[in-house]
């Protein structure tokens, strides 16, 4: 007789009552456009800008439609033009190199390595081909950050980070998405706030905030950005950027307003479920834990294992086992892209040059996401499972 898990990996935790309140209110107001706003009112959106530039330290802040978009903007306003190179991580989702492609640009994949962040050697090797890098910090793991911008630095290329998966990571103390020009995330319904869609662009540089903004569709009522430049910054931008509307509306930032002062203590709660389930999958044979960097200050909303060396038909058995008993395992070896789990090769619109050593780890790569709706006992049973199963399946095909 063997346990099964019944709960459920994609459930999400309501919104915060004050975060229904605050929607109601918007919602009765009528005021839903965030330049709609009475006389004295600060709208929704621009507290939320506001909130999270100083959350994260950073000096301006854009709240807009998706993650997606923000990428999509930071690009051009780093200055990004259709047939440009970018580089990028070969282990990251489709809306990454889709931000890319967006503008017309074209994604240059740079490897990952075994503890499934940036291989910044692989960078170095490339970094002549290309002015830009968009650095997702993939699944909420930091690559060396220091060296990284040092590679960076050195060779005169402006990064943008994709902090989807790390709102509220830090490396070395500094909060991702402050490391480069650009910080970008992502409130889509299972990132770290949840608006259903939104995104949040952060920068320090008065001229690409300006551009964003202009971008991303101001009407000229920039003024109105308290958490943005001085209208001074968009003088001549305001004629040469055109009107791409994403703009967040003041529904989403009200339900996301609350969401961010709760943010830290969400982040704890997702790190006791990932240590509870990393500490569950350690040292079962045939299985590696990703081992994290004393620098990095994780949000364990995801947790990883590798399958080094697993033939494809064991990997599925594996799945399908764990599936069977509720657990939801995804695997990034697929040669098909399924769910999420799609990889550099699934990207066919890009021409890429196979990657022997990031194909191995890619191989390898079992995702299972952490969701807050998890109890520490549900952690528990699920860890049983994984490693009732590794050990049948691994027993017969070593
Ligand atoms: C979700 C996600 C994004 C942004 O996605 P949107 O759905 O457009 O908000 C960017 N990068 C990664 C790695 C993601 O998972």
Known sequence: MSDVFRGSFTQQEPIPEAGIEAAVAVMRSGRL??????????????????????SV??????AVASGGYAMATA????????????????FTLAPVPGAIAAVGAVPVFVGVTPLLVLDLEDLAAKADQSSVLLLSHMRGHLCDMDRLMEICDAAGITVIEDCAHTMGAAWNG??????????????????????????????????????????SGSYMLYESHLAGPPKEAFETIRY??????????????????????????????WNERYFALEAGIRDVPGLTVIERPVQETIVGSSIQFLLNGWE????????????????????????????????????????????????????????????????????????RIIREEVGRVWQFSA
């Open 75 to 90: 690009l051009r306003a780093v200055g990004v033009k259709a047939g440009d190179r970018v580089l990028t991580n070969a």
């Open 312 to 383: 494809a038909a064991a990997v599925l058995d594996l799945l399908g086992r764990c599936k069977a008993r509720g657990v939801e395992l995804k695997w990034f070896g697929n040669a098909e892209p399924v769910g999420f789990t799609s990889r550099y090769d699934s990207w066919r619109y890009v021409d890429a040059p196979a990657m022997p050593d990031s194909d191995n780890v890619l191989a390898g790569i079992v995702d299972m996401r952490v969701s807050l709706t998890l109890s520490l006992e549900d952690c528990t049973l699920i860890t």
């Open 240 to 269: 040469e950027t055109p009107n791409i509307s994403g703009r967040m509306d003041n529904l989403r930032a009200a339900i996301l307003r609350p969401q961010l002062a709760d943010l830290a203590t969400q982040c704890a709660r």
């Open 33 to 54: 456009h965030r330049y709609n706003t009475a006389p004295g009112e600060i709208a929704q959106t621009v507290l939320l800008e506001q909130e999270f530039a100083a």
């Open 174 to 215: 500094k909060p991702s998405g402050t490391w480069g020009t650009v910080g970008c995330y992502s409130c889509q319904t299972y990132k770290h706030m949840n608006a259903g869609e939104g995104g949040l662009l952060v920068t320090d540089d008065a001229q690409v905030a300006a551009r964003a903004i202009m971008y």
């Open 57 to 62: 330290g950073a000096t301006y802040c854009l």
